[in-house]
């Protein structure tokens, strides 16, 4: 019979704001892990099952500040990355992360080390990661998105559709069968390129 219980560390529960925030401030000021998680009332083991959900309490671990700007940054790009070694579409990965595929394109371009990494993870994944195939259709929440990229002036159909992980050609299929979607459609594509000969205007 298959086992459908997650492991415990996927399942963490043990640590309340209250005493997570004690644990962290003790981290911050210098105490051992251990010190801290004795401090607290808890055991190494309940920690160490809190990380996979806790970026920040990783960051203390490993005696850095979690409140951190430049260490606000390593955790989004530690759960895109974890996200995404679980199959997540890029774009979904990355909004899990509180960013965008755009943003983590260009972090890619610019940390080679991330770029590595990134590029890793995509290559571990390509066995079993949501496919193009398969990718998500256009559902309310998502056209909405679209229609505001295409506003900004900044995105083509092609690249608003790879920014929130739809397939272009699910936007095409239903610009066809619904005329409601593909009236809106039509409108955001003007409104993007009056966005664009505006700022055109503003350069000139």
Known sequence: MRDTTPPTALTSDRIGPDVRA????????GDSLDEAAAAC?????????QVPYDPQL???MANRDPYAREEARIAQR?????????????SDAARAAGTSSSQIRKWADDDPTFGKAYRAVIRYTAEFAVS????????????????????????????ASTEIGIGEGAVYARRRRDEAFAARLQQALERGQAARESADGQKS
């Open 22 to 29: 004690e644990l962290v401030a003790r981290l911050r000021e």
């Open 132 to 159: 193009k195939r398969t990718r998500a259709n256009v559902v309310t929440e998502r056209a909405e998105r679209l229609f505001a990229l295409l506003e900004s002036g900044r995105y083509s159909i092609p690249g």
């Open 41 to 49: 009332g808890l055991t190494l083991q309940d920690v160490l099952d």
């Open 58 to 60: 990783a960051i203390a």
């Open 78 to 90: 530690s759960i895109f990355l974890g996200q995404l070694a679980l199959g997540l579409r890029i």
